[in-house]
């Protein structure tokens, strides 16, 4: 299986800072590609997709470089509730989504 | 928004015993669900493709004689775990999906304990 890599952190940040999060991914063919949230013991849930021209929700933006076959999130003024597991997500034909590891963010006061 | 169900969401059992997880579509028809398994501080691992009406696709690795499938409708998979171990134990989480490559909506996961 192809694999997708992220940085596990934990990334710790303070309220209202900026921060970024990178995944790679190995499959050239890779067709979609999504950032899912997951809460300690519970089930992910779809934060954004990731176009190739990217996109923004709010404080989130997300962005996909094809060439270098990454994706990125970044999340402006951190939110204490932002604290979670932040996974990215590639699909590639088919149905079936490929997950990385995740990476911790913990929002601090 | 779509919404997937699953039941139960926590079992402790004692070791040999078979457990059935439940994995409902509740306003859409999802011809295909999927079974994915997570251990603590590992990511989601894809267990099985369930596609309505067919035998299940198993994963490398994934005994389909220990996890056995059923996909008898449009809105309901079931995941059996036969004669259950400790080395069973984790979450296992269903999801469902209408399109092809479109986001999948997950179910809440089941926390399995074997004892």
């Known amino acids: 299986r192809k694999e997708v890599e992220q940085d596990p952190g934990p990334f710790n940040v303070p309220e209202g800072a900026t921060v970024a999060f990178n995944c790679t991914y190995s499959?050239?063919?890779?067709?979609?590609f999504f950032w899912y949230r997951q809460d300690c013991r519970k089930e992910p849930k779809l934060l954004m997709s990731?176009?190739?021209s990217g996109n923004e929700d709010g404080r989130f933006t997300a962005q996909l470089n094809r060439a270098s076959q990454y994706i990125s999130l970044l999340i402006r003024d951190s939110k204490l509730s932002d604290s979670a597991t932040y996974l990215c997500?590639?699909?590639?034909?088919?149905?079936?989504?490929?997950f990385g590891k995740g990476t911790s963010l913990l929002v601090t006061p | 928004g779509a919404v997937v169900s699953q039941h139960p969401s926590w079992v402790i059992c004692k070791s040999g015993t078979s457990v059935k997880i439940e994995c409902r579509s509740l306003?859409?028809?999802?011809?295909?669900m999927f079974w994915y398994r997570q251990f603590p501080k590992q990511s989601l691992m894809l267990m099985a493709t369930?596609?309505?009406?067919?035998?299940?696709?198993?994963e490398q690795g994934v005994e389909k004689d220990k996890f056995l499938i059923n996909h008898a409708s449009l809105t309901l998979s079931t995941l059996t775990v036969t004669s259950a171990h400790p080395e069973d134990s984790s979450f296992y989480i269903c999801?469902?999906?209408?399109?092809?490559?479109?986001?999948?909506?997950f179910g809440d996961g089941t926390r399995l304990s074997i004892l």
């Open positions: 990731v176009y190739s």
């Open positions: 499959n050239s063919a890779s067709q979609s």
């Open positions: 999801s469902a999906t209408g399109q092809t490559n479109q986001p999948q909506h």
């Open positions: 997500v590639e699909a590639n034909s088919g149905y079936a989504l490929n």
């Open positions: 369930s596609n309505e009406g067919s035998k299940a696709t198993y």
């Open positions: 306003d859409f028809q999802a011809t295909t």
